[in-house]
């Protein structure tokens, strides 16, 4: 499990260290929810914490963050994706909606992150 963390981090500061288009930060950031979802649906996958089963083990509420900000973060994407996708958008929206992906993404891996350290 720890390869995929590292694996999210590398695909992280890959995306956020090169100037890219719009689309291209889009695609790489949807990219990197994906790396990100592949380690929570591992930790999902877990045994229960309870006072038998010590770590590596899941904790439902943990659980239930990830699965909320995964929610946020791929509606994010999907608003982002539309945004560059449609011609007539203004390089406004665009770069609002772009904005707002990558926050929900980065918030969604920040919880992916602390689960790699447990």
Known sequence: MRK????LA??????????QAPQDTVF???SAQNVALRAAVEYKHLAPCSAAVKQPCSDKEVVAQLQKADVVADKALEAAET?????????DVINSAVT???????????????????
């Open 83 to 91: 945004a560059v996708r449609t011609p007539g958008f203004g390089t």
């Open 10 to 19: 590398l695909v992280a500061l890959t995306a956020c260290a090169i100037v």
């Open 100 to 118: 707002a992906a990558k926050a929900a993404l980065g918030a969604f891996q920040a919880i992916v992150a602390v689960i790699g350290r447990k």
């Open 28 to 30: 790489a950031a949807r």
């Open 4 to 7: 995929l963390f590292a694996a």
